[in-house]
């Protein structure tokens, strides 16, 4: 079995995919022969041709809307728009267009694409480099939202959302393309060779979208993460000794509710954690969520470890992210009451 | 306090905003004399497959065909059979009378919302008739003449804007929304200038593919100044796409005149100097030219050639909507005084003038038009009207969210089932 | 003092305003000769000349980008967007600069400006006339988010919102530009003239941005709600019989936390309304909140009525509508458990 | 499976998509022996108040003023004075230098980000020189110049890139998103293309306000694409809007060359023309002619006579910023092979052929930048460089979200004060 990267896992889904799909198109800027600015369509172009794999205009607006178009003849769109923070040139088109065709025309015009974007903080990109948009799709009907953690799920979701009849929004935490991070940005680099998640098979395999992983059993705790804080909440629970279930989502729309009903009712304790900023981030709606459904199975309020409510700034890279020392402190209070 | 300090600046002039102002306001008595109209069969009519360079001296003319003796002049003429022409006619008296009566119903209750195209039904059933069958619409609300052009049964549109038992779309979408893919119709938008970047798309994938089937995208003049407008022309521009763009210039946007969109300084057709792509202006009220630079386009289009921009100029008769009322912004007579004529009546007159059509046959015509608009009218209110609706198969509502109901939807739909039943 | 319904309120405040503050600029599609497809700009243009009320060509984010240049030269744009539905093509704008200016020039350039726009359901206006987008906004770190309720209130919070330093997203809520709408669509109209908060003082007064109203004081529930949900949730306790206190928000962000701390800490039970879909709606926010600070005086789990998570389908309106039927339901689950 | 179904149609062609390629890839020899220059002195310059038709021919050429004598030439000569071009020259160095060396410290780890302009110096050190002190720019990261120009201290722009304690952003920003009111320098976005149409926002205000003081605003041959671009010309065209629109054409977009923005079918000049605007082609390697354009349409906003687009052609002489190799992409020589030239030599060889410059005092006043930029990078590394910063003062990083701190931030960064501490 290869041993894979994120970037290399999600090249290779796109390898299989393209290849057994005729119908594939892949495009976006700087993808075709430069192969993206984070390299997970190199090769792609030179493989496929100029046709199925091309470089656009730098127009969100534009990449969206074409692919729309692409979809409504009955291509199958994988999009890359280069930072999720340069997404919102193309929100409208999501939004509007995108996620509402399938209802609008009662089934009649459907839009299987993905839209596929880099996203989090963690490598000093500042303000527009570093955003963690994803609350804004999940409040959005009609969008299915993946944020794989892993090589083998990045593959794995991304076929499963090139397969998937939905358009899916698909984040990819830049800061773990190549290494797991803890949080712990003052130790070594680890790459992804040394971790088990990047032994990704060959070919054709999925990860089905709406199911979460239990990426560890435990009994006292309920961590509920995805993308790069699966990996830092990971590392906070055993530094902290504290026996976590940790539930990777994976999928937040649609949400696997009974995983983390399951496990809340275990545990009796839950902690919601993401980079995105505080206010109507997701962990809002994860919060709500197992409050309703396991009101008298908690015995502390649900705590949410999360990014500020203020742009993502520079200099104060590791003071912005959710890093483990706010882990500690959550978990110190998640425990305690 | 505003950052300005005048008094840094020496003895410059003071900067003045320019705010564009319609020639006439309700009051003034509409006088469109001054509007410089170029003689019809004057405009030149370059090769197809030649340099869009060649087009730009028709970006800002008139592209006319039917004279003001009725008869079809100049290279433009397409020559099209009396059949054809006829079948255009009665499609735009079909059109004309569908949405009297639609509007009628609005105004009886029978739905919330109608718009018409009174006085552009030309562009809409000309262009039908100018591409191919398999060629795919991506309209605005205007451009019902295409539906009407291509047989789409009436039955089927009155149901949408009742959305009764019949529609299609279940309801779920505004009055004349329509959409339909067997009639190469795509789902119409409510928000502006959408669907201009997708028909975009739609014809990069018939290249990609190696398709013979082209786009043809609408857009009105009001909406161009959305950025969709510019994502399409860019995309069409860069890959060579095979789609033609149509700008409807109905003069008016809700109640900004067209030059709050740019039309006091350049013609909307101009706009494909700028990207390099080939431009002709039409007359939007002469059927004959219409079908003409469409063909044209089709071909360049068909051919490998690129895209084209047209504009076609024609003026918004009525209201924008049943929740307009034009004579708050604009003079109540604009629509008569107007001089491009009505497009039903100059067609019909150009049939007359070449001993194909007569009065009998004309009145004959619009008497059948009318009853199979009205038969189709009864026919689908038999499926019920507006205020019956939304009460039955409210589980519906949840349906085509997703290819799969995920629970979260389906306890949603539970939860709005129960309300109903409450 | 004048009666006034919502409309005549706002285009009373922005009279006021632009009387009062030269800088005081309105633009927007067909605002100006025709005063807006809901005449909230009426006589403006009139009154204060084509330079400072004009109409604007169709392009939202235009608008909007226009109107952060001008807040740069230092004038108060005070910009339409005709529904919020159509914002999106502004939400770049909006998110990437409005938002964000302040904070990325270190105070240096601010964007004072307020961004009106109709919302809500309840007119048939279909999928495209019928939005409540308000929790894109909420989660945008830099903007604040007003919601009047009442003609007093709307005219009040609209000077405060153009007197703010800060740039406002200001809801409208269109069902109840004319009267207020206890959400029983089978029955005759009220008009606002009927309702006390139609008594509109003349001239200069503000509605703080930042508090909210306890509409109805009450000991067993605490409701909080805005907009047209405000009155809707007032008729739906009265039908119940129960003695809830009803807290309009008014203000979304900052919110007023107090306020709703201190009720649901007296009631013990909370229900959040809102019209927009569930799923990260501003209710799992409030939820939150609620759950986070008042976990050990909650005797039921906090509960929600909101619109559906699907578009907003035409023939369903009153379907989709969170309104009586829907409130009677959640009341009787948050009372009984 | 796709909707298509090529036997449908008879014996048409298949349709096919073009994908733009640039003319040389990695490996081959650039040859740019087949580009039309024209040449220096031949475009006429038309009347600054006549109408933007005049300027048409203008978008399809090169504004050039500088012949292969190193003489200035023809209409558009801007008839500098030596000590302006001296300097212009001066301020074209001390970019360079700064370039360099904020490069290199990038490299050695001091911050985290740099991008360079080498071979587009003239640009924004041109347009500086004809703007007034008080007209405002709306920049992209590629006017450095501009900033330097107007002498602006290069202490405070390393501090930014630093972010250390002497940064006025308080280390918000990425390197070199500089922001400077006094120095007329809007906050650059990392956002592309969305100054674009704020600049015509200021300028609108101006205009509202009888203010003299016009806008200009910048924007990459990429970045046109953007929906926001096509914004700045609609509002700037309507409102008749005192701006400047710069669209520096530097041939790449990262790896993308400027074909993937259209640049195969029209030049981005010529998109004034679809708006009926003033727009000029200039060369961007050649000072005098950069002056000498925006000196033209500074005349022509201030005068109310409206907006101009300025396409400088140009070349990205090295990589996009430190992120990028441009190995990957295009030939590692292109630039040499690039034959406008080094804009920097160009204007130095003027000044020398018209006996105002020696190479002495070249050397002489290269020494003097060098040492000015080096003492100014070690003046502002006392004030720390970007490894050291983030760590105090964290209670900042919740100021100027608003005016007045919300309870929530207060709470936050209380928190963030807590995670310090412990
Ligand atoms: C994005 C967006 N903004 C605003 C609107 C509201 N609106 C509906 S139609 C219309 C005017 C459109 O004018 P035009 O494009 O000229 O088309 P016409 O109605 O004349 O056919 C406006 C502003 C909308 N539907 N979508
Ligand atoms: C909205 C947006 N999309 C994408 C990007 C990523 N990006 C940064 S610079 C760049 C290329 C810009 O090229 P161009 O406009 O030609 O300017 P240049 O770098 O050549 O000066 C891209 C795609 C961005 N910053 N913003
Ligand atoms: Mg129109
Ligand atoms: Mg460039």
Known sequence: MPTFNMIQALNDAHKVMMAQDEDVVVFGEDVGYFGGVFRVTEGLQKQFGKTRVFDAPISEGGIVATAVGMAAYGLKPVIEIQFADYIYPGYDQIVSEVAKMRYRTAGEWTMPMVIRTPYG??????????????????????????????????????????EDPDPVIFFEPKRIYNGPFDGHHDRPVKPWSKDRASEVPEGHYTVPIGKAAVVREGAD???????????????AIEEQGIDAEIIDLRTLVPLDL??????????????????????????????????????YHLEAPVERVTGWDTPYPHAYEWAYFPGPKRMKRALEKVMAD | MSDKDPSLRRNAPALALHVPEPPFRPGDTPDFSSLKIPAAGEAPRPDSAGPASDTYPLTMTLVRVLGDDSKAIGAWDPKLDPDTLRKMLRDMVTVRIFDDRMYRAQRQGKTSFYMKCTGEEAIAVAAAAALDREDMHFPTYRQQGLLIARGYPLTEMMCQIYSNKGDRLKGRQLPIMYSDKPHGFFSISGNLATQFPQAVGWAMAAAIKGDSRIAMGWVGDGATAEGDFHSAMTFAAVYNVPVVLATVNNQWAISSFSGIAGAERATFAQ??????????????????????????SAERARSNHGPTLIEFFTYRAEGHSTSDDPSGYRPTNEAKAWPLGDPIERLKDHLVATGEWDEDRDQAMRAQCDAEVRAAQKESEK?????????????????????QMPWHLSEQRDEALGEGRS
């Open chain 2, 383 to 403: 499926l019920g009207i507006l205020p019956q609706q939304g009460k039955d198969d409210i589980g519906s509502m949840f349906e085509d969210v997703y290819a």
């Open chain 1, 121 to 162: 903080g963690g490598i000093f990109g500042g303000q527009t480099h570093s955003q963690s948009p994803e609350s804004l799709f999940t409040h959005i009907a009609g969008l299915k939202v993946v944020i794989p953690s892993t090589p083998y799920d990045a593959k794995g979701l991304l076929i499963a959302a090139i």
């Open chain 1, 258 to 295: 009974d995983a983390i009903e399951k496990s809340v009712r275990k545990t009796g304790r839950c902690l919601v954690v993401h980079e995105a900023p505080r206010t109507s981030g997701f962990g809002a709606e994860l919060v709500t969520l197992v409050q309703e459904r396991c009101f």
């Open chain 1, 221 to 235: 705790l309920t961590v509920l993460a995805y993308g790069t804080m699966v990996h830092v909440a990971l590392a």
């Open chain 2, 271 to 296: 706009r494909a100097v700028g990207y390099g792509i080939a431009g002709l202006r039409v007359d939007g009220n002469d059927a004959l030219a219409v079908y003409a630079a469409v063909k044209w």
